[in-house]
């Protein structure tokens, strides 16, 4: 069973930073494309940033592009999601999610839900003064 864990949310005050983590168990997430998404209550899931297996492609969405960066450590088996300059509106749950056709790598598809078959429980961002 594939399973993915979200890790390192919390409580920030707006223009701070966090650092979150996605594990996985059962398998090495360097063979999946890995996407974060985050959904705020009322709203959509929406993809926040993805990066291709071989870690060399990466796309992010408009609103978090210079302010958030996401990176691999296949040492440690972890995808890294830094978020800097936070503000209210980044308050959400962050989910992360593996795809194993590595849509990412290719284009800007990878930042959609349903590209991704493997999906953590979410860890929540709160970001309020």
């Known amino acids: 069973q594939l399973q993915l864990v979200e890790s390192g949310g919390g409580l920030v005050q707006p223009g701070g930073s966090l650092r979150l983590s996605c594990a996985a168990s059962?398998?090495?997430?360097?063979?999946?494309?890995i996407g974060w998404f985050r959904q705020a209550p009322g709203k959509e899931r929406e993809g926040v940033t993805c990066?291709?297996?071989?870690?060399?492609?990466?796309h992010y969405a408009a609103s978090v592009k210079g302010r958030f960066t996401i990176s691999r450590d296949s040492a440690n088996g972890t995808v890294y999601l830094q978020m800097n300059s936070l503000n209210p509106d980044d308050t959400a749950v962050y989910y992360c999610?593996?795809?194993?056709?590595?849509?990412?790598?290719?284009?800007?598809?990878?930042?959609?839900?349903?590209?991704?078959?493997?999906w953590g429980q979410g860890t929540q961002v709160t970001v309020s003064s």
């Open positions: 999610a593996a795809d194993p056709a590595n849509v990412c790598a290719y284009n800007s598809y990878g930042l959609g839900p349903r590209t991704y078959d493997y």
């Open positions: 059962g398998f090495s997430l360097d063979y999946y494309a």
């Open positions: 990066i291709g297996a071989s870690g060399g492609r990466t």
